[in-house]
């Protein structure tokens, strides 16, 4: 085997082995929630791991005290703190298999600029 296939093949051993994983990543987050509580313990929210809501909780019937604002105001804040929660997490598990230069939160949030990407790797990037 010439040094050149040799390595064509360690690379090619080295991208399976961060595809399985990627995949061993996504498999942990299928099944992952995140929750938050108020801090007066009367709310608790839950998310899955695309930041939906999948719970809800009133831990006590104090909730049909509060005025309608400052009850909104508390569900928003636990539903809220349970999503951050979620997307660090994502960044975390997945921030590791990011190109250098690329931060996974740039992606979940949608402002990667690509074409700084691309000039960072000194190849001119595609028009648009």
Do not use: C
Not at 59 to 69: F, G, H, I, L
Not at 93 to 110: I, N
Request: no cysteine; net charge negative; glycine share 6%.
């Amino acid at each position: 085997m010439s040094g050149w296939e040799a390595q064509n093949a360690q690379e090619l051993a080295r991208l399976q082995r961060t595809l399985r994983e990627v995949e061993s990543a996504s498999a942990n987050l299928e099944q992952a929630t995140e929750e938050a509580v108020s801090k007066n313990r009367l709310v608790a929210a839950t998310v899955n791991a695309s930041g939906e809501l999948v719970d809800l909780k009133f831990n006590s019937q104090s909730y049909r005290n509060m005025a309608p604002t400052e009850l909104a105001s508390a569900v928003k804040d636990v539903i809220n703190r349970a999503r951050g929660q979620m997307a660090d997490r994502v960044e975390r598990l997945y921030q590791p298999f990011a190109p250098e230069g690329v931060a996974v939160d740039d992606v979940m949030k949608g402002t990667l600029n690509i074409h700084d990407l691309f000039r960072g790797l000194g190849v001119e990037p595609p028009p648009l």
